[in-house]
């Protein structure tokens, strides 16, 4: 039974061993077949056309084993990674990436990869030769020639001794470009794509004074300074006076700046600063601006009764009332039979910035009649932003607000009717006005009010003719008016 058995499995056994090696060849077969058609294959690279240029030149790349299926291609010139635009199986367009130098091609397709290394393509370093003119200052026009730039503006950078500049035109052989701000005497270096050209020396002249056709004067004069190496484009220099305070620069030529003193400068240097590079000239002394203000209403000189005249009968006599049309202003006496007075002052249009510093400041008066017996009075100021019209309301004057500050005059002889001089001229009322000006709510061009109180020996005359009478303001006689003058720097 067991030669039996052995004589009826060893045909099937033969036949099952011969179907597996059919089906054994037969894999290996289509394997082989797989492989012959698969992106296995490796690429090869045969020539490269051109073999050197800058970013942006398109190259053509023949070879085996390419693809026409771009997104399976990974093309790298010396490492940066190139944007391909066309490829068959034989050839391969791309351009040059930003950032490439010199060095290998290497190329990878789907899991292939070019096996050593590719040959080499170069990326020229920019050359600077000469420049059309070799000195200038901020501003000036500059065309750089040379080789290797790029006719694409974005892809060339100009700096000046290291501060980068405005690339404004380009080729491949020049570039257009202007003296930045900030740019001293240097090398002007070219750099495309990642790669720097070096040029000779360009000189970027300093800035200097030489004179100004004033050397004193008050805020707001206009100064002409004289010099070399000026911007012709007024906005290139800035001015400065004294502790840094800029002036407006209205007119400027490569050797001449006309400027203005500005509020708040002070004696000292005036600098101009061209471009970065700065320039210091002589002392400029700065002066007290004069202001002269001469009163110019009927109603902004007034008296108000403080002291009632027992012996009057006027009926104008009574405590508080006020006079906006007296003939005349009376300190230390009795005035019109009303009786002993405080003088009020609006001086309007004062022109005097908020914050300004107040050097000097007095009331010049006109005399009406003469008076030799001592006068005192004390003189403040109202102490607000802006002092109001007087209306007349009984006791309107006494009812403002004085300032701290005060001044007291001792009047001297008034000699005769007509007189003008220092002895009609308070003394300095600096500390009242800058009082004033230094309130929050000031404005130039506000109304400055003078409130003057009999003190002393004149605070309880009861007598006419023992005082002083100034000249009050009148349309017919304007002239005789008080006047304001204030000297003040800012």
């Keep these: 039974m067991k030669i039996i058995t052995n004589k009826i499995w060893s045909p099937i056994l033969l036949s099952l061993a011969l179907i597996m090696c059919i089906g ?155 003296v930045p701000f900030g740019a001293t005497t240097g090398a002007i270096t070219v750099t495309v794509d990642g790669q720097d050209g070096f040029g000779p020396e360009f000189t970027v002249p300093l800035p200097s004074i030489s004179a100004y056709d004033i050397s004193t004067g008050p805020t707001g004069v206009i100064v002409t300074i004289t010099g070399a190496n000026f911007s012709t484009n007024i906005a290139d220099n800035v001015v400065s006076f004294f502790d840094g305070v800029e002036a407006e620069v209205t007119a400027s030529t490569e050797t001449s700046i006309v400027t203005s003193i500005p509020a708040g400068a002070s004696t000292g240097p005036i600098s101009v600063n061209v471009g970065g590079q700065l320039a210091s000239g002589a002392d400029f002394t700065v002066t007290a601006t004069t202001l002269i203000i001469p009163l110019d209403s009927n109603d902004d000189d007034v008296e108000e009764v403080v002291l009632v005249d027992p012996a009057s009968s006027d009926p104008e006599a009574v405590l508080g009332f006020m006079d906006l049309g007296s003939s005349d202003l009376e300190f230390g006496e009795i005035s019109d039979d009303q009786g002993l007075v405080t003088v009020g002052l609006r001086f309007n249009n004062v022109a005097i910035p908020q914050g300004a510093t107040v050097t000097n400041a007095s009331i010049q008066f006109n005399c009406d009649k003469e008076g030799a017996d001592p006068v005192e009075v004390t003189i403040y100021g109202e102490n607000v932003g802006n002092a109001a019209a007087y209306d007349g309301t009984s006791g309107e004057l006494t009812a403002r607000a004085l300032t701290t500050a005060n001044a007291v005059w001792d009047i001297p002889e008034w000699v005769a009717a007509g007189d003008r001089g220092d002895a009609q001229k308070t003394i300095d009322l600096s500390a009242i006005v800058q009082e004033i000006v230094n309130r929050g709510d000031w404005s130039s061009g506000n109304s400055l009010n003078f409130i003057i109180q009999n003190s002393g020996a004149s605070a309880n005359v009861t007598v006419d003719d023992v005082g002083r009478e100034a000249e009050n303001y009148s349309d017919s006689s304007p002239e005789d008016g008080a006047e304001l003058t204030i000297k003040f720097t800012q």
């Design 24 to 178: 054994f060849w037969s894999c290996d077969e289509n394997e082989s077949d797989k492989i012959s058609v698969s992106p296995q294959r490796l690429p090869t690279v045969t020539s490269i056309e051109p073999t050197s240029g800058i970013l942006g030149t398109s190259v053509t790349i023949t070879g085996t084993n390419f693809t026409d299926v771009l997104e399976d291609i990974e093309l790298k010139f010396n490492g940066e990674i190139a944007v391909v635009t066309e490829s068959s199986e034989t050839s391969i367009i791309a351009i040059i990436p930003s950032n490439t130098t010199t060095g290998a091609l290497s190329l990878r397709i789907g899991s292939s990869i070019l096996q050593g290394g590719g040959p080499v393509f170069t990326v020229p370093i920019p050359e600077v030769t000469s420049y059309d003119v070799v000195s200038g200052i901020l501003g000036t026009s500059v065309t750089i020639t040379g080789a290797n730039f790029s006719p694409e503006l974005a892809n060339n950078g100009v700096s000046f001794n290291g501060v980068s500049a405005v690339v404004t035109e380009s080729t491949s052989t020049t570039i257009t470009t202007t």
